[in-house]
């Protein structure tokens, strides 16, 4: 990678470590794989219904208060538990389901929703965590949900995911 490291130490404040790596500009040619800038929410359903479940104040503040000024209709879960009792009695078109919860998490709430014959039709789920490693992913995955938002995220990013789920899909 053509750089270097250097290493300096003092007994009464530590060592400090410097280095510096070379890399090239790239810049993808593909866009295709990216949804457009604008998006259009006005063909979305009046009747559209989301499902917050998330146990983090600050986080339901943020995602009800998006939500509100796209005058979207919705409802919260603060646990899995909670989000599987309201999906059994309400129909819900989308869920931002948070990963880390208390009494059951995220991934194993949407197996139970997602592989329950008494659910349907099945909801699209997405995963909405803090945690953003490729594994992290791939188990959200395997669990049936159908796509991943990384926090922090922004209103356009929630803009984006309901258009592609609910618009586009």
Not at 20 to 32: A, I, M, N
Not at 65 to 86: M, N, Q, R, S, V
Not at 141 to 167: N, T
Request: with cysteine; hydrophobic share 40%.
């Amino acid at each position: 990678m053509n750089g270097k490291i250097h290493v300096s130490q003092n007994k009464s404040k530590g060592s400090t470590f410097e280095f510096t790596v070379l890399l090239s500009e790239f810049v993808s040619k593909d866009h295709s794989t990216y949804l457009p800038e604008i998006t259009d929410l006005s063909s979305l359903s009046p009747d559209t219904f989301i499902l917050i479940a998330e146990d983090d104040s600050t986080n339901i503040f943020l995602l009800s208060g998006i939500l509100k000024k796209l005058k979207i209709k919705f409802e919260l879960a603060k646990d899995g538990l909670e989000a599987i009792t309201k999906v059994r009695v309400s129909r819900f078109d989308l869920i931002f389901m948070d990963i880390n919860m208390p009494h059951l998490d995220g991934i194993s709430a949407s197996n139970f929703i997602l592989t329950d014959p008494m659910i349907s039709p099945k909801p699209v789920i997405i995963a909405v965590t803090a945690d953003v490693l490729q594994e992290d992913k791939i188990k959200c995955r395997q669990a049936g949900m159908s796509d991943f938002l990384g926090k922090p995220y922004y209103k356009k990013d929630i803009e984006l995911m309901i258009y592609k789920w609910l618009v586009i899909h």
